[in-house]
């Protein structure tokens, strides 16, 4: 049935709307305090210059007020404003993969993370915080200034003990906060420890000196306002007053600003209990966020039994030593840099850091493989979401078993065992770092060795690097064929039928499928890669011709995903039943199961899933007479197939049902209009390309409520966006 046609999203050849505002900023956790002429000259840098660094001393508080103004100046960018977190890398080779995570990206293809960062920067109005590069300056350096040139409407927000010396840079140095400040300060973050305090005339002078001893340093002053929970104003004041006389020599005006913070910290670690300043040194070996249960398994032991860690943890927490804040994946904890680098040289003093780093590394194997296993099952987000979170921990634990020789097989076992994150949320680029680092070690060719090169294998079919591919699979097929290992050769062959479908060689492809799925029943393998292993032979199946045997595989891949709750599969295996159903004529069909294809892949922000749907859907709008939105959706796939790889693998398969949707279109609008409707839709972001497909398929859906209002001229109609609660990827 044909439909009224509409305008497009913008006039022709107009600049889009601006998009609201967008980025990662954390939520301010308590009232940020004072520091009003710091930010009134902040805002003005920003106003002059297009990277601005906040330097200063740890624990002066640079993070916090480059978050505030980020927060004050965020309407000024219409593209949002994002912060990198660089305090947990240690590798500079890891630095841009840390800014493509910041900024959102995901990016499948075999580029460099420099590339996808200068070109998605390139055109757009952002601001970018990057907070704790003193340990990376030269590479953080080198990397902001190409930024900055490559990117004219950028600008960069640093917050680090030092400046980055990159031409054009403005630095404010920030001080320790002024008197008064540090007042207002120390007794709001008492009054939050102890609540009913307040400055009276008894105890002013008091927390006045206070201050002055802390030398106005905002984490020197939450360390001692945490205090109060245990002892008295006058009770601080003098534990404090004798520590600093015994570090000193009673030298008080010469007392240095880091000394008086590393003061502040070891006055707080002495008046710890002895099991809250042992936990505080074996927290030191996370990277990062880390939670309750990685807690009780890595630091418990004989003089910390393992009961008895959630105690220690929420004193310490009292006390503002460990700091809790929530994510995705739940309730995290962390150590602000300055308080890990303290515990860090206790647990080193002890001689206990490499055990210690061991069994972190041994939970971090495990948390992987159970992940892995629930991959495989209703809790993909979850799964999803929790390696996310750790994903500084999950690098250290790589980096651990990469020190010894005799320790790389497990780096490789890691490495491959995250397959489902490299591939399946949107990490091919990380992924293939860290494949192609495990495997330049020496090693037997055991199991871990084995994964580590089909999983390459795959991450290389995706990025489209057919000459990778093949080494690593041709190397794990013989070797497993050698070993005996049944498994690597399964996955070996069915990812040689991946690449060969999306280089056009059906034949090939239905043969290596077919052959990996049998190999595949006689281990008893069933996963989500056999899944897909039969949604690719049904692609091969339907590309042929036989519609029916595509649609059959493909109805058994649906009833196992139901069976099990898995929903990355699924959504590939509906879009090859759309793909049949729409070679049938059944386009309402069509569209009910790619709009749930596009939605489940959009919460897995899987960009080849986003935008194959989008593909065809934009056939099926063409098919149902809107030839203007079927351009538009033209123009949306074409925005984002840069950042997948070549569009449609250059297949004249996979390209078919684009080239009919063209022919289509034109017919109707004309070159002209047809070129006008498809730039519309290339200024759409991804997510507002998914909105705008998802919104036109709920309005078909039976039983839709409501009426559709066309877009007047000029304007942008904007449907509600898709709820994301998790992140994945493609497998083709």
């Not at 948390?367 to 799964?383: G, I, K, N, V």
């Not at 899933?609 to 989008?614: D, K, Q, R």
């Not at 877009?711 to 497998?731: D, L, V, Y």
């Amino acid at each position: 049935m044909r439909r009224p046609q509409r305008p497009s999203p913008t006039p022709d050849d107009a600049e889009p709307p601006p998009a609201a505002v967008r980025g990662n900023l954390p939520a301010e956790l308590n009232t940020f305090v004072g520091r009003e002429d710091e930010l009134d000259r902040l805002g003005l840098l920003l106003d002059e210059s297009r990277l601005v660094t906040v330097a200063g001393v740890a624990g002066v508080g640079k993070t916090r007020c480059a978050v505030r103004i980020a927060a004050l100046v965020e309407k000024r960018y219409c593209d949002g404003v994002w912060i990198a977190e660089l305090s947990a890398i240690h590798d500079p080779a890891l630095l841009e993969h840390a800014l493509v995570d910041a900024l959102g990206l995901t990016d499948h293809t075999k580029r460099p993370p420099r590339t996808t960062l200068v070109e998605h920067c390139a055109e757009r109005r952002l601001l970018l915080v990057i907070d704790g590069f003193e340990h990376l300056v030269d590479a953080c350096a080198e990397l902001v200034g190409e930024l900055l040139r490559r990117a004219p409407r950028l600008q960069i927000l640093a917050a680090g003990r030092r400046p980055l010396r990159v031409d054009g840079e403005a630095t404010l140095a920030l001080t320790p906060m002024a008197d008064d400040d540090a007042m207002a300060l120390f007794a709001q973050r008492a009054c939050a420890v102890q609540p009913g305090f307040r400055l009276t005339a008894g105890n002013q002078e008091s927390a006045r000196e206070l201050c002055r001893r802390l030398d106005g340093i905002p984490l020197a002053l939450e360390l001692a306002a945490g205090r109060l929970r245990a002892l008295s104003m006058e009770q601080v004041l003098q534990r404090l007053d004798d520590r600093f006389r015994l570090l000193t020599g009673g030298s008080r005006s010469a007392l240095p600003r880091h000394q008086t913070l590393r003061t502040a910290i070891g006055w707080s670690h002495e008046l710890c209990a002895p099991e809250q300043r042992l936990l505080w040194a074996r927290l030191s070996v996370f990277a990062g966020q880390f939670d309750l249960e990685a807690v009780e398994y890595i630091c418990s032991g004989p003089d910390l039994p393992a009961d008895s860690v959630l105690d220690v943890l929420d004193e310490l927490l009292a006390q503002s030593v460990v700091l809790r804040e929530d994510s995705a994946a739940g309730s995290r904890f962390r150590l602000l840099d300055t308080v890990r680098e303290y515990g860090a040289e206790w647990l080193s003093a002890t001689g206990d850091t490499e055990r210690l780093r061991r069994r972190h590394r041994d939970w971090f194997l495990g948390l992987a493989t159970w992940c892995e296993l629930d991959w495989f099952s209703p809790r993909q987000a979850a799964a999803a979401a929790r390696i996310d979170s750790e994903l500084p921990n999950l690098r250290r634990a790589m980096e651990c078993s990469m020190e010894s020789p005799d320790e790389v097989h497990l780096a490789q076992y890691l490495a491959g065992t995250l397959w489902f994150y490299w591939a399946g949320c949107g990490r091919l680029s990380e992924g293939r770092h860290w494949l192609d680092h495990v495997l330049e070690e020496e090693s037997p060719y055991d199991p871990s060795r084995l994964k580590a090169l089909w999983v390459l294998g795959y991450v290389a079919v995706l990025q489209g690097d057919a000459i990778g591919a093949v080494s690593a699979l041709q190397e794990c097929r013989e070797e497993g064929e050698r070993s005996g290992d049944a498994s690597a050769v399964a996955y070996a062959v069915h990812r040689s039928g991946c690449l060969a479908i999306v280089t056009d060689d059906l034949v090939r492809a239905e043969e290596l499928l077919r052959e990996a799925l049998t190999r595949y029943r006689e281990i008893g393998e069933l996963n989500s890669n056999v899944l897909m292993a039969q949604v690719e032979l049904a692609m091969a199946v339907a590309f042929a011709g036989d519609l029916d045997g595509a649609a059959e595989i493909c109805e058994e891949v649906r009833e196992i995903c139901e069976d099990h709750g898995e929903r990355w599969a699924l959504a590939y295996a509906l879009y090859v039943l759309a793909y049949a159903a729409l070679q049938r004529g059944q386009t309402a069909r069509a569209r009910e199961m790619l709009g749930e294809s596009l939605s489940i892949a959009h919460t897995f922000h899987d960009l080849l899933g986003t935008v194959l749907s989008l593909e065809l859907l934009a056939l099926v709008t063409a098919v149902e007479g809107d030839a203007a939105e079927a351009a538009v959706l033209q123009g949306a796939a074409e925005r984002i197939w840069p950042s997948v790889g070549l569009p449609l693998f250059g297949s004249a398969h996979f390209g078919r049902p684009r080239a009919d949707c063209e022919a289509r279109a034109r017919d109707v609008l004309g070159d002209v209009r047809y070129e006008a409707q498809r730039r519309s839709g290339s200024r759409l972001e991804t997510k507002a390309a998914v909105a705008r497909a998802l919104g036109e398929e709920a309005r078909r859906l039976p039983g839709a409520k409501g009426t559709h209002g066309v877009a007047a001229p000029g304007e942008t109609r904007r449907p509600a966006a898709s709820r994301t609660t998790g992140r994945g990827g493609p497998e083709l």
